[in-house]
């Protein structure tokens, strides 16, 4: 079974300084896809960033990066240089060898970015 | 701004009525998903079509019930909802699953529809 743990319901950062969002997982696939997602108030889900079981580099899209640590099972979201608009729920989430259409999402976390 | 859009953006509609949400993606995608979000909770699947063809029913109530006209257009039919099912709704977008992974199996989603049932 695929389980997606994110222990942070809730963060602070101070505008400008990094913040790690934390994303453990369970699987027993050798092949899966890891993924970060921000929802902002208004409700749309935006994709942020992706990394495959497989890649030997952590992902990086302009200020997000992913630190994969296979070996832990961990997959935590790094933003740097935090701005007010990051201030949002971010979810993790995971798709599956087997059916790679099936998404298993983290419970979230509420950041906030204070000025 | 996102290529795939639902409309509309809010609706509220009474426990005997019949709406409908619409969804529309231009990124050449062949999987199609819905999604309900209720506050501070994760996504929770619905359906996925692939190829236009129903691929996942995730045991929800037939109230709800997908449509998908053509590869570009899903739409959820509703009919006789209860107010437990006030919630947010997601329309989302994706290559169909090739069996391995990569990039392309990213999902993309719409803004949503909210529905509040009264």
């Known amino acids: 079974a695929q389980k997606i743990t994110q222990t942070q319901p809730g963060m602070f950062v101070q505008e400008k300084e990094a913040v790690t969002l934390d994303c453990t997982y369970d699987t027993s696939d050798p092949s899966y896809g890891l993924f970060w997602y921000k929802q902002p108030s208004s409700g749309e889900m935006i994709f942020l960033i992706y990394q495959g079981s497989y890649d030997q580099q952590n992902a990086t899209e302009g200020r997000y990066s992913l630190n994969f640590q296979k070996a832990r099972k961990s997959a935590n979201l790094v933003i740097s240089a935090s701005q007010l608009g990051d201030s949002a729920m971010y979810f993790c989430a995971m798709s599956s060898l087997y059916n790679f259409n099936k998404f298993y999402f983290g419970s979230g976390t509420k950041l906030n970015v204070k000025p | 701004d996102t290529e795939v859009t639902q409309t509309p953006k809010h609706l509220v509609m009474g426990m005997t009525n019949k709406k409908s949400l619409k969804c529309e993606q231009h990124m050449g995608h062949r999987a199609m998903y819905w999604y309900k979000q209720k506050a501070k909770k994760p996504p929770e699947l619905m359906f996925v079509y692939s190829y236009e063809k129903l691929s996942i029913n995730e045991s929800v109530p037939s109230r709800f019930s997908p449509e998908c006209p053509n590869s570009s257009l899903l739409n959820l039919h509703l009919h006789a909802l209860q107010p437990e099912d006030s919630a947010l709704y997601l329309c989302?977008?994706?290559?169909?699953?090739?069996?391995?992974?990569?990039?392309?199996?990213?999902?993309?989603f719409g803004e949503g529809s909210w529905l509040t049932v009264v």
């Open positions: 989302a977008s994706s290559q169909v699953s090739v069996g391995s992974q990569s990039y392309g199996n990213t999902i993309y």
